[in-house]
Every structure is written in structure tokens, then in C-alpha cells.
């Protein structure tokens, strides 16, 4: 089943292509936007995961989706979101452009990748992390935002949060309903 470009107010999600290969580099090699998740790759390692995940969008039932995050207005790339199957979760993963970093644009991926995982893929539940300490105040406040609740880490020294398709949508703070 070929990905769904998703869209949001500002925002065109597409399946990553070749032609998003120099946005992807550009995020994996920063060490401002992997200050939040591991270790910036090099040129050659990035390109190689580049090749894998491109390779990873277009089989039949994939385990990794990976979006090409675009502004609308200008038509620049300015990041990628992603939902990887790891079981029993789907991790969802947000990475933008340090110019992009101001503009609001992480809820609404974010938002968007959410609603797909649970209106179009009927997933369960959805996990977020990223790498303990300084940084992760910013991920819990778009995570909780969101619905998403703490969790346990599941790899030495991240923070994890998880979201069921149950609590979705439900506001924070409200209980299931009686009856």
C-alpha cells in the first residue's frame, strides 16, 4: 500500500523520495537536531540509512514510514516525520530543520502522524522517546500535549512517553466513561 501525503494547516507530509536524500542528510549530520536523539552520522552513513529508509517506504506492509515534512507556503523541505513498528508499539519520530524549529510546525506533524497511526493504520498505541537530560522537557511538553502520558524507558538513557488509541482524543485529565 503506497504512504498517504498527510496535511496539515501549513504542512505537506509526503513519502520520502529520492529527491528528499539532501534534507535527510542535513538533519542525520546536524548536531543540533541529533543533540536530541544520538550521535550526528557522517555524510556516508546517512546516506546509507537514507538509502534503507527509502527502500523501507515502499515495501508492501512497511515497518518504517518516513515523511518528507514540507511548508506549504514556500515549498521548502523543512524536516521528516516518521512511524516505525516496533513491537508492541509504534515509535513515531519528529525531526526539523533548526530554522524551522520556531514555527509551531512539531505539533502539527505531530498531530498529523497521530491521527494517520490511529483513523488510517488502526495502531494501538504510539511511543515517542528521546535522549534523556537537558532536552527533554521540550519533547515531554509536545508529547503530553498531545495525550501522551510518561512511560518506563525501554533504551538506556532516553525518556519514553506512550499514547493508547484508547486515550486518544479523550482531554487530559478525563477519566473513561461510566456505564
Known sequence: MPLPTLSTANLDLSPLIDAHEGLYRALYCCPRVMARIAPPLDEGAASRAFRAVVGANEADEPACRVWAVTERSTRRDVGIGALLHRAPDTEMGLMLLPAAWNARYSHEVIEALVTHAFDDLAIDRLSGMCQAGPNERMSRRLLCAQGFVDAPPDRPGTARWI??????????????ADG
Open 163 to 176: 499514547l493508547d488509541h484508547d486515550r486518544w482524543r479523550r482531554p487530559v485529565g478525563m477519566g473513561a
